[in-house]
């Protein structure tokens, strides 16, 4: 009993108490004493930093490759329903011309063609007046202007103009 006695006593709980007041006190001096904080920055941590490093530059090529290859994927994708719309109006100017009253308009219209028995009219470019069916505004019955424009003048008078222009020019 006299060891259970000392083990209660006033005097070695103070001594334990010591130890251990000696104790955190020997330890928060040891902390101070330590090198500054350690970075947080651990080894598994840096390795992991460097794989996604090495994994940005590893895709970022290829990435970007892709991106534009998709680019100009969409752009001939464009370009092909384009081309298709022009087929598409070939297909129907063809079929027009299969049409022998359209041939017909087109030659009266652009090479001036009469059937026979008919008279054509050509006005001087340079007339300006009423129109074939009495309108003001110059315009025949045709719709066509009383002064042809340069698409409205027969071929020859293209031919000379041009021979005209290149005369005139040093």
């Known amino acids: 009993m006299a060891a259970d006695r000392d083990r209660f006593s006033t005097a070695t709980r103070l001594r334990a108490l010591g130890t251990q007041a000696a104790e955190r006190v020997y330890r928060a001096q040891s902390r101070r004493m ?10 598994r941590a840096a390795l992991l930093v460097l794989v996604l490093c090495s994994l940005v530059v590893a895709l970022a090529y290829p990435t ?3 991106l534009s290859q998709r680019a100009e994927i969409a752009e001939q994708r464009r370009l092909v329903e384009e081309l298709r719309k022009r087929v598409e109006d070939k ?4 079929a027009r011309w299969q049409d022998p009253a359209y041939v017909e308009r087109m030659a009266r219209e652009h090479l001036l063609y009469v059937r026979p028995g008919e008279v054509g009219y ?12 009495g309108g003001a505004d110059g315009a025949s019955r045709s719709g066509r202007p009383a002064a042809p424009g340069p698409a409205d003048r027969s071929w020859y008078r293209h ?7 290149a005369d005139q020019h040093p």
Do not use: C, F, I
């Not at 300006?128 to 069916?133: E, K, L, T, Y």
């Open 34 to 43: 330590r090198s500054p904080r350690r970075s947080r920055l651990t080894g």
């Open 64 to 66: 970007r490759q892709y």
């Open 91 to 94: 297909r129907d100017e063809k």
């Open 122 to 133: 050509l006005l001087p470019e340079g007339a300006v007046g009423r129109g074939a069916d």
């Open 159 to 165: 031919l000379w103009d041009g021979v005209d222009a």
